[in-house]
C-alpha cells in the first residue's frame, strides 16, 4: 500500500546481552521516539512529499502521546495512534507488581540486573 515501516524497541528489551548506552527504558522519556521520527522525516521527508504517521502500544503510546503533546503543532507527525496508554502509570506498576504472584516483577528485575 506504499507504506515503509520503522519499528523501536524499548532500551534493554530486545534480548542484547550488553547494554551500550547509559540510558535504560523509562516510561516519561520520550527522546528516543522523537529521535526516530526526527531521523526518518531528515532521511526520507525532504521534499514534504512524504507524510510520517506513528502509532505507539502500552507504554509506547505513552512515549509517543507525550511526545505529540510535547511537540504541539511543530510535530513532524502527520498523524499519531496510541493504544491503550497506561493512563495512571503509578497504578499500571502496582498491578504488574501484583500479577501472576509477583512471577513479573521478579523477572523484569532480573532481566534488569543481568544488563547492569
Known sequence: ?????CM?????????????SNLVSCPGRCSDVREVVDYVHAKFCNDNSRRIYAAG??????KLAKMVGL?????????????QPPLKY???????????????????????????
Open 90 to 116: 503509578w497504578e499500571t506498576i502496582n498491578n504488574l507488581k501484583q500479577a501472576y504472584f509477583g512471577i513479573f516483577d521478579k523477572v523484569a528485575g532480573m532481566k534488569v540486573s543481568l544488563l547492569h
Open 1 to 5: 500500500m506504499g507504506f515503509h515501516v
Open 71 to 83: 511537540d504541539g503543532p511543530s510535530s513532524k507527525l502527520s498523524g499519531a495512534y496510541c493504544c
Open 8 to 20: 523501536i524497541g524499548t532500551r534493554g528489551q530486545q534480548g542484547i546481552r550488553k547494554m551500550t
Open 57 to 62: 502500544f502500552s507504554i509506547g503510546g505513552n
